[in-house]
Each structure stands twice: as structure tokens, then as C-alpha cells.
């Protein structure tokens, strides 16, 4: 398809596509193409041309649709505020094109925001590697599992993961051990923390990774890391942590602590919520490097000693043989990875340390109040949050979502008669008005 005039995803003229048609000797486009008949769609799609005012009309009408809440989720949706620079920046032309931004063409301004995500990260982590991104947490977790069963040299194949892990992420940790020998069990939690003792136990030589989460799914920071570090060293199992980047400007480097690989998903920064869409960051040691999944941007000099950027690592099949290939994922996320580090940079470390500071302040406020109420108790967990925390009610929790969600709230009903709160900074006017509404509905 040509574009007269040209368009910033499709630039060639109708004359410059003829003119290259010409050149190669064919017609039209389609004479590039051999596509089997019994695959081919030679009809009309049905869709009416409409103004580009028709278009904005309708769906706007559609959006309005859309309920107007506000949102405290959490496990795994953070609407949080992105500033105007995020946008501004990472809409210039120059960081979208035509083409993929993972491969070896990319521009050398594109690799080095990738260069300074991954820098990032490691100084975050403590860790001598980051990965340019991953699909998000989930896919993360996946490769973590089969890094580990590449790296350790047991011949068991047992993974453990808490027993409160969010279902999407076990699903795909599921399916990605699906086509191994690997086999994924849950250790139990304790008061929202590793029940460290069971894990102890469950703990043998035939386990490949351990995997624990600071802040888990419940909003608990995790107070043992080096316990668990510890058992995963004894089996010589690889210690796993899941986490956001935020969150580590103000807990314990995971290196410190004995974590081998560090993910989670890192649009916390330079994404509001998304529902799907994710982030996912990967580092881990200097000595696995040449196992580590996706890409590595490196920098380097040029012919004419200048700093130059460029893609260092890649391990799939694509660019190396298919039997040394140590992973099949394909894409990542690089336009959002972007978003991310021009995010962080705007914070500085500064404004990082700020941003998760706030985040464990007004979640403390909001259990304060909560808790002051008849027939609703929160925390659960007597612990340090950060982000999120699940209280219990006496009502039916799905009851209680329904008559929140009615007042213009969206909470998460985590079981019968537990549900989340999440406080984002974009929620943070709302409180009153939220506590005041769960009043209103519990005390009737």
C-alpha cells in the first residue's frame, strides 16, 4: 500500500513506490507476493469510508461508554501519573519508525536510551547485567525458570514459587515449563512472608530455582530475602526476586541479599495503567551473561574513537544457531523500555526514592482509616506495605466490590471476605471520599 504524500509510518510516494517497482521489474506490489488461493481474501471488508470527524465522533461515543472510577486495584494495575515530558519525548519521530526498534538498524539514540534502561536497572539491582526488556513480569519469570534449568548442573528440575503468586503469572510460568522437564510447586506464606521453615523443607537438591517476591502480590515487603537466599544456595538453586524498580530505590539492593536474577515489571514507570500491557525487566549475574534471554545494548567506540551503541547480545535462534539459541522469545518491549528510562531520568535517584516513599505513606494512611471502621480490618498482614494491602471484611467481599464499584470505586476481591486496596498517587485526593464511601456501605 502506498501513501501519496507520504505518512511518518509509510513515507514512499505512489511515485516513489513506482519508481522502485520499476526498477526491480514488476507492476504492482502484489506481484511480490505469491499467496496460496486457498489463504487469499480476494473480497470487500464490509467497512464504510467515514470523515476523520465521523471517526472521532463514534468512538468517543464509545469510550463514553467506559465507567468513570476511581481505581484502586493494584496486583499488577498501577494507574499512576506519567508527565508530559514522557509522552513529548518518546512521540518524537525519531524513536518511532517503520521498523522494529530491536533490531541491528536501530538508531544510535534509540540504543542509548536502551543503554541507560539497562544501567538502570543494574544499579538498582546490584546485579552486572540487565536485559533491554521483556514482554512483562510474567515471560520474565518464564525465562528465569529455564535459565535456571541451563545454568544449574542438578539433574532435578523442581521450581519453587509462593503460594501467593498472581494467576496470570503462574499461567505463563505454567505454559513456559510446559514443552521442559521442569516442574513448578508452590511453598506456603506465612503472615503474607515465606513461610521460611516449610520452604526449608520442601528445599532439596533436585530444586532449580527458588522464586519469592518483595513487595509480594499482597503489598508485604518481604523481610527474609537473605533466609531464602541462603536455602536456594545450600541445593545450589538459583534465587529469584521479583519486584519493580521503584520499590528497590528504598528495600535492600537484591544483590546484597543474595539474589542471582532480579524481575518484575517495570512500567511502574512511563506507563499508566495498561491492563495487559507490561514491562519486563531481567538482570541478573555478570557469569550468566551469555544465557541471558533477549538483547543486551553495549556501548563501544567506532572507527573514529566515539562512543557508539550497539546491540552486544543476542541469544535466539535468529541470529544464532537454532540448537545454541537459549531462548524463542522474539520481540520486546523496547518503545515502552524507552518511556521508562526517559521517566526514571526526569525522577532522578532522588525523585525514585520520593516516589516509593509516598507510596508506602499514603498506603499507612489508608489502613489507618480503614481499620477505624466497624466491620473492616486492614492490614491483613501486620507488616510493612508498600503500594497495596488486603484488609477483611465482614461482608461478603464480592458484595462489597459491587456496592463500591455502584459509588464510582474499583477494588480487587481477593476471597470471600478479603479484598485490595491499592493507593496510587493519582487516587490520593479520592481517600476521603473512598474511606467515607466504605463507611457508607458497611455501616449501612
Not at 525522577?347 to 507510596?359: K, N, Q, W
Request: aromatic share 6%.
Amino acid at each position: 500500500m502506498t501513501r501519496s504524500g507520504g505518512s511518518p509510518y509509510a513515507p514512499h510516494t505512489d511515485a516513489e513506490t513506482a519508481a522502485m517497482l520499476a526498477d526491480i521489474g514488476v507492476e504492482a506490489e502484489a506481484d511480490l507476493f505469491d499467496i496460496p488461493e486457498g489463504v487469499g481474501f480476494d473480497g470487500a471488508f464490509g467497512i464504510d469510508s467515514r470523515s476523520e470527524r465521523e471517526v472521532r465522533t463514534e468512538v468517543e461515543r464509545m469510550l463514553g461508554r467506559n465507567d468513570d472510577m476511581v481505581e484502586l486495584l493494584g496486583r499488577g494495575h498501577y494507574d499512576t501519573y506519567v508527565p508530559s515530558l514522557v509522552d513529548h519525548l518518546s512521540q518524537r519521530a525519531e524513536f518511532l519508525t517503520s521498523y522494529t526498534q530491536y533490531q541491528p538498524e536501530v538508531s544510535q539514540g534509540f540504543l542509548q536510551v536502551l543503554f541507560e534502561y539497562q544501567s538502570m536497572l543494574a544499579e538498582l539491582t546490584g546485579l552486572g547485567v540487565a536485559n533491554c526488556s521483556m514482554y512483562d513480569a510474567a515471560t520474565a519469570l518464564g525465562e528465569t525458570a529455564t535459565l535456571a534449568d541451563r545454568i544449574r548442573s542438578t539433574t532435578g528440575q523442581r521450581v519453587l514459587v509462593p503460594a501467593h503468586l498472581r494467576s496470570g503469572k503462574r499461567g505463563v510460568l505454567d505454559n513456559y515449563v510446559a514443552g521442559t522437564d521442569l516442574h513448578v510447586e508452590t511453598y506456603p506464606m506465612d503472615d503474607g512472608c515465606v513461610d521460611v521453615d516449610a520452604l526449608a523443607e520442601l528445599a532439596e537438591d533436585d530444586v532449580v530455582l527458588v522464586y519469592a517476591e518483595s513487595p509480594t502480590v499482597r503489598g508485604v515487603i518481604e523481610e527474609r530475602l537473605d533466609s531464602i537466599a541462603e536455602i536456594a544456595d545450600d541445593h545450589d538453586a538459583l534465587f529469584a526476586l521479583g519486584s519493580d524498580p521503584v520499590s528497590l530505590s528504598v528495600l535492600e539492593e537484591p544483590a546484597s541479599v543474595g539474589a542471582d536474577v532480579v524481575i518484575g515489571d517495570a512500567s511502574v514507570l512511563g506507563l499508566p495503567a495498561s491492563y495487559g500491557m507490561g514491562l519486563g525487566m531481567f538482570a541478573t549475574r555478570e557469569e550468566y551473561v551469555r544465557q541471558v534471554p533477549g538483547r543486551l545494548v553495549g556501548a563501544s567506540e567506532d572507527a573514529a574513537e566515539r562512543r557508539a551503541y550497539t546491540l552486544t547480545l543476542q541469544t535466539r535462534e535468529q541470529h544464532i544457531r537454532q540448537e545454541r539459541a537459549t531462548s524463542n522469545i522474539c520481540t520486546n518491549q523496547a518503545w515502552v523500555a524507552l518511556r521508562a528510562a526517559i521517566h526514571a531520568a526526569w525522577l532522578g535517584p532522588s525523585g525514585l526514592v520520593e516516589t516509593a516513599r509516598d507510596s508506602i505513606t499514603r498506603t499507612s494512611r489508608l489502613a489507618d482509616a480503614v481499620d477505624e471502621l466497624s466491620g473492616i480490618d486492614g492490614p491483613v498482614h501486620e507488616r510493612h506495605h508498600i503500594r497495596e494491602f488486603v484488609a477483611r471484611t465482614e461482608r461478603p467481599a464480592a458484595d462489597l466490590v459491587d456496592a463500591l464499584a455502584d459509588r464510582g470505586y474499583a477494588v480487587h476481591g481477593v476471597d470471600d471476605h478479603e479484598i485490595q486496596l491499592c493507593v496510587n498517587d493519582l487516587a490520593e485526593d479520592d481517600l476521603d471520599g473512598f474511606v467515607a464511601a466504605v463507611a457508607e456501605v458497611i455501616e449501612g
